[in-house]
């Protein structure tokens, strides 16, 4: 008997045991779902998803960049979802390049949070690398996502870091109504702008950075032997058009900010919450055609600057990884030889090439250059000072108004 009573508490103590695991298991499946279902809400708060019969609001502004007047507006302050925050991402990114941290061919690392950005994206690969140039290109044709994280990290350490860079910024630049969450423009109820604070930004990249902005007229961009378009099809459709950029998230509608120089005249326009390629497009052609010609001739407005150089700082937000070792010295070029560097190229490239001394934009803090097509023997490269008044214009090997192709097509995703 008592070795019977033995056996029975031996059991007990087995069942004892395997009630804990259970127990245990359950809680951990529990907590999972839990957390599961707290990831999903926050998902749900983040991703912006309407139904198909969803229409985007409207929005547009057009904006005389000589004279700052703004020629046509509608619904131009109210809050808007962005569907690309790439041209703030590429601000930084030039002011990172202009003061030596970084470098055109450098190799920036590609983590597996930005080889998993939806598309659009040039399929980079976790622990692989991409040169700032490419990046820049992806970014400026393909709008590619994966490539801006990777820029974003480079510079802010994080994506969530170089969010609160890209917002100080903003401020910065008298966009009011602008909140960064991500460097890609992929959707969040919490990234908000407006059309004229993309107006303010579409004319500020190109004052701040006259020989970099020309990267937004790239008509292609071939990486790893695929041959991708640049997204903007007024380029080489529209005379005159130079840049900037297109976006489309399901939120948002299908955006466009546009440069437009033709007979010295300069405007930049904004459509937010087209139906369509074709539609936005469209749109973009009439503002363009209905409101340059009421723009001034002669620059009455100053250029677009930041509080902090207004003030005499730098304007240059640093993330704190970014202060010690990742600063890089800069890189020492030389000015072209002004015997062999006669203007080419259009009468439109010629005027945005004018801008940096018409417009004396805030003296560099370190050289940079842009490097120049295959056809020329030599790559001109600019020394980030503003041209003397009179001087003349280095030129530059950037092809504007090459043939772009036909409207692309979009995914759900951001362009």
Not at 10 to 28: S, W
Not at 276 to 303: G, Y
Not at 323 to 334: D, L, T, W
Request: charged fraction near 20%.
């Amino acid at each position: 008997m008592f070795f019977g009573r033995i056996v029975t508490c031996q059991r007990l103590a087995v069942a004892g045991v395997v009630a804990m695991f259970a127990m245990g298991a359950l809680q951990e499946e529990a907590a999972a779902r839990a957390s599961s279902h707290k990831a999903a809400k926050s998902e749900r708060h983040h991703r912006v998803v309407h139904g198909p019969n969803y229409r985007p609001p409207y929005a547009a502004i057009v904006i005389d960049d000589k004279s700052g007047q703004v020629l046509h507006a509608m619904n131009a302050d109210e809050p808007r979802h962005p569907a690309s925050t790439k041209i703030m991402t590429l601000y930084l990114l030039f002011e990172h390049i202009e003061a030596g941290r970084l470098k055109l061919d450098n190799r920036l690392d590609v983590s597996n949070h930005a080889a998993v950005q939806n598309p659009t994206k040039l399929g980079l690969k976790p622990k692989g690398t991409i040169t700032v140039e490419d990046a820049i290109k992806g970014i400026v044709t393909k709008s590619a996502n994966d490539a801006a994280v990777v820029v974003a990290e480079a510079i802010g350490g994080t994506e969530a870091e170089f969010a609160r860079l890209m917002t100080t910024k903003a401020r910065m630049l008298g966009m009011t109504s602008t909140t960064y969450v991500n460097a890609s423009g992929l959707p969040d109820l919490e990234q908000i702008t407006t059309a004229r604070d993309q107006a303010v930004l579409g004319r500020a990249i190109q004052h701040r950075f006259p020989v970099y902005y020309q990267y937004f007229a790239t008509p292609s961009f071939r990486y790893r032997n695929i041959e991708m378009r640049n997204h903007n099809a007024l380029l080489g459709n529209v005379k005159g058009v130079d840049g900037i950029k297109t976006g489309y998230t399901e939120a948002s509608g299908y955006n466009l900010v546009t440069s437009c120089r033709r007979d010295d005249k300069h405007i930049v326009a904004v459509v937010l919450g087209g139906t369509s390629n074709a539609a936005r497009d469209a749109r973009m052609r009439q503002l363009i055609e209905e409101h340059l010609p009421q723009a001034a001739v002669q620059r009455t407005e100053p250029i677009v600057t930041e509080l902090g150089a207004q003030q005499g700082g730098s304007g240059v937000p640093i993330a704190p990884e970014l202060a010690g070792s990742r600063s890089m010295p800069a890189e020492k070029v030389e000015a072209p030889n002004s015997e062999k560097a006669e203007p080419q190229g259009s009468p439109e490239q010629l005027s945005a090439k004018a801008l940096a001394s018409e417009e004396k934009p805030a003296p560099s803090r370190a050289k940079a250059h842009v490097r120049g097509s295959k056809r020329q023997s030599s790559k001109p490269r600019d020394n980030g000072k503003p041209a003397a008044q009179g001087a003349a214009t280095p030129a530059y090997t950037f092809s504007i108004f090459a043939p772009a192709s036909a409207s692309p097509t979009y995914s759900r995703a951001v362009h």
